[in-house]
């Protein structure tokens, strides 16, 4: 699995010292309509603005700073996580849930395991965040 995958970003298991870090049940909930045929044949989304579809993220753990809070901040954020890449090299943002601040468009690496230093250019955001709660 490439080193900058979003799985190996937030659930890195062998890759960090404390396996249980981070530990969390995870479910995506899709929400909206089906993708229609149009949208399937054209290979875009539809751009209208009643639209609503999209994927509700639920996660359970038992220590909310150590669980999502941590795993996003930390882990999703952190270019630079994980440690043990060859090189020093960068992996970059988590390419599905990493925050960019200020541009769309950002680069990953270590992707291509011919060599670990070609960048990967990210030019959209893959999941568009439309607010959160914490129940307790």
Request: charged fraction near 20%; include cysteine.
């Amino acid at each position: 699995c490439p080193f900058a995958a979003h799985i190996r970003k937030v659930n890195p298991r062998s890759d960090v010292d404390d396996p249980a870090l981070g530990s969390m049940i995870r479910a995506g909930i899709p929400y909206g309509p089906e993708v229609s045929d149009g949208e399937k044949a054209s290979n875009s989304s539809s751009t209208e603005a009643s639209l609503e579809r999209g994927l509700a993220f639920v996660s359970y753990q038992s220590h909310i700073n150590k669980g999502f809070a941590f795993v996003q901040h930390t882990w999703a954020n952190d270019p630079n996580f994980f440690n043990g890449f060859p090189n020093g090299i960068s992996t970059g943002l988590d390419p599905i849930i990493g925050v960019r601040i200020g541009t769309d468009k950002f680069n990953i690496t270590g992707t291509d395991p011919s060599d670990p230093s070609k960048p990967l250019t990210i030019i959209q955001n893959f999941v568009v965040s439309r607010g959160g709660e914490y129940f307790f």
